[in-house]
T-cell receptor, first 112, second 114 residues
Framework: GQQLNQSPQSMFIQEGEDVSMNCTSS?????WLWYKQDPGEGPVLLIA?????ELTSNGRLTAQFGITRKDSFLNISASIPSDVGIYFC????????????FGPGTRLSVLP | SAVISQKPSRDICQRGTSLTIQCQVD?????MFWYRQQPGQSLTLIAT?????????ESGFVIDKFPISRPNLTFSTLTVSNMSPEDSSIYLC???????????FGQGTRLTVV
C-alpha cells in the first residue's frame, strides 16, 4: 500500500500566486526529499530535509520537516509558468529498508 | 550531484521481445536502484543493483522478468523480458549518497509495448 500521501492531488493556480502542498505518513521518517518532474524527464531533487522542524529554502521554494517527523510541506512563492510539473515527496525510514519511498505526487498547473 | 546517463531515452517494442536499458554514472557510487513509473503514477522501486552479485528485488518483481546486471560501480543494466503492453512505463535509474541523504535520477527510459 501507499506509505506516503500527498495533497492536493492536483492544483490550478494563477501565475504569481503562492502554492502550498504537503506530504503525510503514519510512520516516522528520517529524511524528506522533494522532487519536481517535468514531462519526459526524471525527477529532479529540489530540497532535502534531515531534522524535525528543519526549514530549508531553495530560491522561491521553501520546505519544512514536520515536528512529528510524519509530515513535510513544500511552498512555492510567486509561481511562474515553468513551475508546472509534478511534485513528489520522498521519505527514508528504516521501516522500509535503505531506500526512499515516494508519494503519489501533486500535479501543478500554472495559468498565465 | 553525480551525472546519470540512461539509454535509450525511449523505445517502442513488440510484445514478447526484451529490452535492455543502460545506466552510466560519472563517479563510483555504492547504491544504485531501478524504479518503474507507470503512466500517471508515482515511482515504484524494482530492485537494488548490487555490484558483483545478484540484485535485491522488491515484492512483486522477479529476476526472470527484470534481470539486472552491475559489473562495476559506475554501470548497470535493467532488462525488461518477454514484454507485454502492461510493461509500458518509464524506467528510471537512481543512485543514493552513502548515508541515504539524497537520491538522484537519470532522465528515464519511456517504454511502449505494442
Amino acid at each position: 500500500g501507499q506509505q506516503l500521501n500527498q495533497s492536493p492531488q492536483s492544483m490550478f493556480i494563477q501565475e504569481g500566486e503562492d502554492v502550498s502542498m504537503n506530504c503525510t505518513s503514519s510512520s516516522i521518517f528520517n529524511t524528506w526529499l522533494w522532487y519536481k518532474q517535468d514531462p519526459g524527464e526524471g525527477p529532479v531533487l529540489l530540497i532535502a530535509l534531515y531534522k524535525a522542524g528543519e526549514l530549508t529554502s531553495n530560491g522561491r521554494l521553501t520546505a519544512q520537516f514536520g515536528i512529528t517527523r510524519k509530515d513535510s510541506f513544500l511552498n512555492i512563492s510567486a509561481s511562474i509558468p515553468s513551475d508546472v510539473g509534478i511534485y513528489f515527496c520522498a521519505g527514508e525510514s528504516s521501516l522500509y529498508g535503505q531506500n526512499f519511498v515516494f508519494g503519489p505526487g501533486t500535479r501543478l498547473s500554472v495559468l498565465p | 550531484s553525480a551525472v546519470i546517463s540512461q539509454k535509450p531515452s525511449r523505445d517502442i517494442c513488440q510484445r514478447g521481445t526484451s529490452l535492455t536499458i543502460q545506466c552510466q554514472v560519472d563517479s563510483q557510487v555504492t547504491m544504485m536502484f531501478w524504479y518503474r513509473q507507470q503512466p500517471g503514477q508515482s515511482l515504484t522501486l524494482i530492485a537494488t543493483a548490487n555490484q558483483g552479485s545478484e540484485a535485491t528485488y522488491e515484492s512483486g518483481f522477479v529476476i526472470d522478468k527484470f534481470p539486472i546486471s552491475r559489473p562495476n560501480l559506475t554501470f548497470s543494466t535493467l532488462t525488461v523480458s518477454n514484454m507485454s503492453p502492461e510493461d509500458s512505463s518509464i524506467y528510471l535509474c537512481s543512485l543514493t549518497t552513502m548515508r541515504y541523504t539524497e537520491a538522484f535520477f537519470g532522465q528515464g527510459t519511456r517504454l511502449t509495448v505494442v
